[in-house]
């Protein structure tokens, strides 16, 4: 168990920690066992979800012949968004409600998982919409019981949001990201095949790969489990629990084959062996964060997608103004682990060498700068955006990204350290542009 004293007992913390997950087939071409895997769950009449772009290519098909092969009534619901919204959420709960469906495949992104996880709970148990949504933006409250059966099926190697209980949104009234976290959203199977990479455009790729590299590094930096304070009651203790041995397997392997296998799989769409790695780690980290919760970049990017005025890129819809959630992450990492690096500069040292920077003569008063600068090369090595400069921001944004940062307290309370709202606005600062 690596770096045990992290786990250290504090007075009145947690002295137990959890391991939820929810079953998972990995292994190419297993998006045709789809029928089978709903006719087990008891499901008759299946509501598909997708975008419109992915209901025109081979892997929704695959999954829409293997439902029907075994005798289901599939019903096709294309019109997700990318990195929906609250309005895009009401829509597909509306479109739930209405088909009386009892079961629910998903078969895309995130944004297609997390809008089918909001349309099953909604349409499963009607309430005002934010009843359900993260305290203090909304009431925070839980579900009174389980969902109908979700079969997630990722496209993309990233978000991991097939093995959480989390659905994130833009509420375009505050014009930010937040989200709704309850282990009853967490899907019942997930059917990842990593052959849905071969046609991933480069940018895509990139972007979903350093949301991979977040979660897993925020996991494994998050505040420890045993000193965020004991729950009142044991079902109580939250799926962000904090750092803890369970998760930081996940973390370090998936952290591994990043920093062996991320720059191949970006620059060389031909390299199917490192885009297929890849999905592996989405999948390793996604079980991982979805025990641990992420902190900092991840509520930074909650604001820096939604305030987002003049950025499109390649890849991803040009309808309108757009930062995917990858990229609205990343370009906030090398700035925060700056400043968290204080907190556990041996577990931030040990994540920058697993991610391939070189360690010889690195001690632990290094670690900031050594994760900072490799985390720095990786951004460069893809063509990521050089920090929030790069998606648009200047100083005059640093007021609003951080008004809309600072209520995301789920994820803020999440790192190793205190931050203020005056260390937020910093942390904006030090991310304009890193080189």
Known sequence: MSCCHYYASAEGGDTAFSVDTNAITFGKGCLAEA???AAALGIRRIALFTDKVLAKLPHVETV????????????????????????????????ASEGRFDGFIS?????????????NLYSSHPADFLTYVNAPIGDGQQPPSALKPHIACPTTSGTGSECTGIAVFDLLAMKAKTGIVSKYLRPTRALVDPLCTHSMPKNVVAASAFDV???????????????????????????????????????RESLSILGQYIDRAVNDGADTEARE??????????????????????GMAYSVAGLV????????????????????????????FRFTASASPHRHLEAAGWLGADLLGASEDDAAEVLSSRLIHLMKSTEMPNGIGGVGYCDDDIEALTA??????????????ETSESDLKNLFVDAITYW
């Open 64 to 95: 829409r012949q293997s439902l029907i092969a075994s005798g289901l009534d599939v019903v096709v619901y294309d019109e997700t968004r990318v990195e929906p919204t609250d309005t895009s959420f009401k829509t597909a709960s509306r479109f």
């Open 277 to 298: 790695k890849l999905m592996w780690a989405s999948t390793l980290a996604g079980i991982a964060f979805g025990n641990a919760g992420v902190h900092l970049p991840h």
């Open 404 to 417: 809309g940062a600072f209520p995301q307290q789920r994820l803020l309370q999440n790192a190793p350290c």
């Open 309 to 336: 005025t003049n950025y499109q890129p390649d890849g991803y819809p040009d309808e309108e103004a757009i930062c995917p959630h990858g990229i609205s992450v990343i370009v906030n990492a090398p700035s925060v």
């Open 107 to 119: 078969v895309g992104g995130g944004s297609v998982i997390d809008t089918c996880k909001a349309a």
């Open 35 to 37: 029928g089978d895997v």
């Open 213 to 251: 590299l977040s979660h897993a590094l925020k996991s494994y930096t998050a505040r420890p489990y045993s000193i965020r304070p004991g729950p009142d009651r044991p079902s109580e203790r939250p799926m962000s629990q904090g750092a803890n041995p369970w998760s930081d397997i996940g973390c």
